[in-house]
């Protein structure tokens, strides 16, 4: 444990896709297109942080085929690991 980030927590690919498959509203296209939008942040594991950003934009993004209350949904079952 380092004195200055002390018990960062992180979600990593393994947990997020178990994470995803527990989403009924979402569909396998729909699951396929988060695993893209957070790729990158999942290389090194998503912080909190990183979560709160990347839902953010996911409800922001209008073009996504996910709605409102499927991104609400994500955030609540990703949420869960913090």
């Known amino acids: ?3 200055f980030f ?3 927590k992180k979600i990593y690919k393994y947990d997020f896709k178990k994470a995803l498959r527990n989403i009924p509203q979402l569909s396998p296209t729909e699951q396929a297109y ?3 939008v957070f790729q990158d942040s999942l290389k090194n594991g998503l912080s909190k ?3 709160k950003k990347e839902i953010s934009q996911l409800k ?3 073009s996504d085929p996910l709605d409102s ?3 609400e949904k ?3 079952k990703l ?3 913090f």
Do not use: C, D, T
């Open 1 to 3: 444990m380092s004195l």
């Open 6 to 8: 002390p018990n960062i």
């Open 34 to 36: 988060v695993q893209g």
């Open 49 to 51: 942080a990183e979560l």
């Open 60 to 62: 922001r993004n209008s």
């Open 69 to 71: 209350f499927e991104v």
């Open 74 to 76: 994500l955030k609540k």
């Open 79 to 81: 949420m869960q690991y």
